[in-house]
């Protein structure tokens, strides 16, 4: 399940990229007769559009029509909330390639949910890691309105609230409008810390 923009201008995007390795595994699989259940490896891809019904029809209707042993995607957190119940309830895993949302990781509501990229409080270590390197306390925060920004902005906020990093601005972005809600210029001109984390 292969996450495409509407305006199907991500041809160097992540769901782009990720769809190629995952065809150039399963080729590399075949060629050295790697099987399941005596079959060689196969797929079947999917586009998502981010609707999260969309999504679900596509995946029921995929998996009702062939032996799937497991799905990869989706690109999305909030469709991976949703897809991996389907993939617990046949039994197979779900493997995302993008999702980061924190939530993801409780393997008892996700059993079988795995990502190959780390979730959003896994970066806000690290970035609390570098901040205390350097000795900095204070950054601005710019995020996107989405699922994404959203999720990302909030483990950050709670990661640093518990070590005593202090967030001197939430900026956001309005991905819809592509403009940002305040005067960037003017806040980070004004702002007490020069790190900004986006």
Do not use: H
Request: glycine content about 6%.
């Amino acid at each position: 399940l292969f996450y495409e923009k509407p305006n199907g201008s991500n041809s160097n995007s992540v769901p782009v990229q990720s769809r190629a390795m995952f065809k150039a595994a399963v080729l590399l699989s075949n060629r050295y007769n790697i099987k399941i259940n005596g079959n060689l490896i196969g797929w079947q891809s999917e586009q998502s559009t981010g609707d999260l019904v969309d999504s679900l029809s596509d995946t029921c209707r995929s998996v009702s029509r062939s032996n799937i042993v497991g799905i990869i995607g989706p690109e999305l957190s909030r469709e991976a909330v949703i897809i991996s119940p389907v993939g617990q309830s046949l039994g197979i895993p779900v493997i995302a390639y993008s999702a980061t949302s924190p939530d993801l990781s409780d393997k008892i509501a996700y059993p079988n949910f795995y990502r190959t990229v780390p979730p959003d409080n896994t970066a806000a270590k690290a970035l609390i890691t570098l901040l205390n390197r350097y000795d900095w306390t204070s950054c601005v925060i710019i995020y996107q309105n989405d699922a994404f920004g959203s999720g990302g902005s909030k483990a950050i906020s709670d990661a640093f609230y518990r070590s005593g990093l202090t967030i001197t601005q939430m900026i956001l972005f309005d991905i819809a409008k592509r403009s940002f809600r305040v005067d960037l210029q003017n806040t980070l001109m004004n702002s007490p810390t020069r790190i900004i984390i986006v």
